[in-house]
Nanobody
C-alpha cells in the first residue's frame, strides 16, 4: 500500500504563488507517473498536471503558463509550482501516483486564493 504525504497548501492573495510537494512514505522504485488533480466545491475532480517517467508532461489549459510540475526522482517527490494564482484556482489539490498498474491518492491539501 502506498501512502502519499502532501504539503504546501494555504491561503494566498490573487497573483501570489504557492508550491505543493508530495512524496510517498517508504521506498518505492519505478514510479510511472506522478501528478496533481484538484476539486473545487460542487465540481468534479480535474487534472492539473502530470509528469511521466519518460518526461512527458500534461498540463491543463486553465493553468498553462502559470503552473509547473516537476519531480525529484531521487526523492520520489513531485512538486507543483503555482504562480499568478487566481480565485478560480481555489480547490483541494490531490497528489496522484501511478505505480505497478494502480493509482494512489494523497489526502488532499487546501489551496484558497482570496483577498
Amino acid at each position: 500500500q502506498v501512502q502519499l504525504v502532501e504539503s504546501g497548501g494555504g491561503l494566498v492573495q490573487p497573483g501570489g504563488s504557492l508550491r505543493l510537494s508530495c512524496a510517498p512514505t517508504g521506498r518505492i522504485i519505478s514510479i510511472n507517473r506522478m501528478g496533481w488533480y484538484r476539486q473545487a466545491p460542487g465540481k468534479q475532480r480535474e487534472l492539473v498536471a502530470t509528469l511521466a517517467n519518460d518526461g512527458r508532461t500534461v498540463i491543463a489549459d486553465s493553468v498553462q503558463g502559470r503552473f509547473t510540475v516537476s519531480r525529484n526522482s531521487a526523492r520520489n517527490t513531485v512538486y507543483l509550482q503555482m504562480n499568478s494564482l487566481k480565485p478560480e484556482d481555489t480547490a483541494v489539490y490531490y497528489c496522484q501516483v501511478s505505480w505497478r498498474g494502480a493509482d494512489y491518492w494523497g489526502q488532499g491539501t487546501q489551496v484558497t486564493v482570496s483577498s
